[in-house]
């Protein structure tokens, strides 16, 4: 059963991306020709700013990843001796470089992703704007970026519940980073407040210990579940993961019974245990993965 699930042809994720990204890049490259929206406009409040700029010493060279329209690179700028902003999309890096902020003598851009970065660019901090890697492809891009800033790299990520934020901090801390994060929450007068996880990573350790998947992995305890899944199947999973205490349980089953099954996880855990656990696709099958409690 084991051999089988392994060798079963699914889809296989970049393990730089952690989840499928060509729509993300897609929607991305189609957004930049509305030229009366500025891309991660819906993520960005009045409070998030401020808070990114205290983790930003005044004088720092930088790299901005993602900067997309430009949206976080003026105020990025006002700390800046030097910035770099890095985007992917040709379209959205047309949009910054026609607008006020590229008459910025520290601005300089480049079009593509951390992986294209010469190996010998170095900056002081790298800032990242809402990636849309999940999972293992957060940490592998810390560590891409790790070895081209001197002092730290910042996060901005959506809090969004799905513990991606929470497993990077644990594995990037078993790797020698420095982590801290901080839950930036909208003014209160607001009647659906915004948030996102500012998350800063220091001090990187030179040689790596234990390898990237095995990090991401050794959290998951696994079960095997037979095809055609048993009727309920996914309801007795959840509850059961709702009252064992591990923190994330890995389900494999034969390729054919994989999408539906899923599928019924999914309804399962947002009738059973929407604020305390989430489920998510891997590269070995299903993960459903407890949330972290917020204290606000």
Excluded: C
Excluded at 91 to 117: F, Y
Excluded at 129 to 136: A, D, L, S, V
């Amino acid at each position: 059963m084991t051999d089988h699930i392994r060798t079963a042809a699914a889809p296989v994720v970049p393990p730089q991306f952690g989840v499928p990204i060509d729509s993300a890049l897609a929607r991305r490259e189609r957004l930049a020709n509305l030229y009366d929206y500025d891309f991660g406009q819906e993520r960005i409040f009045l409070q998030l700013v401020p808070a990114l700029l205290e983790e930003i010493p005044e004088d720092s060279e930088l790299l901005e990843v993602g900067a997309a329209t430009g949206l976080m690179t003026a105020p990025l700028l006002s700390r800046a001796k030097s910035l770099t902003a890095l985007e992917p999309s040709p379209g959205m890096l047309r949009r910054l470089v026609a607008s006020d902020v590229a008459s910025d003598p520290k601005l300089g851009t480049m079009q593509g992703m951390a992986e294209d970065l010469a190996p010998d660019a170095m900056f002081d901090i790298a800032v990242v704007t809402f990636t849309p890697r999940r999972g293992i492809g957060l940490l592998h891009l810390l560590t891409t970026l790790a070895s081209h800033v001197r002092d730290r790299v910042v996060m901005m990520l959506d809090e969004d519940g799905s513990m991606d934020w929470a497993y990077l901090a644990r594995a990037a801390s078993l790797r020698g980073f420095d982590v801290r994060m901080r839950i930036v929450t909208e003014r209160a007068d607001v009647a659906d407040p915004r948030r996102a996880v500012i998350l800063v990573a220091e001090a990187v350790l030179v040689d790596s210990v234990t390898p990237d998947d095995e990090i991401w992995e050794f959290e998951s305890r696994s079960v095997d579940v037979p095809f055609p899944a048993p009727r309920g199947a996914a309801t007795r999973l959840v509850r059961y993961f709702l009252t064992a205490g591990e923190r994330a349980l890995l389900i494999r089953t034969d390729d054919k019974g994989l999408e539906r099954l899923y599928g019924n996880l999914r309804t399962a855990v947002h009738r059973l245990g929407r604020d305390e656990v989430t489920v998510r696709r891997t590269d070995e099958g299903i993960q459903i993965v407890r949330l972290p409690k917020a204290i606000d």
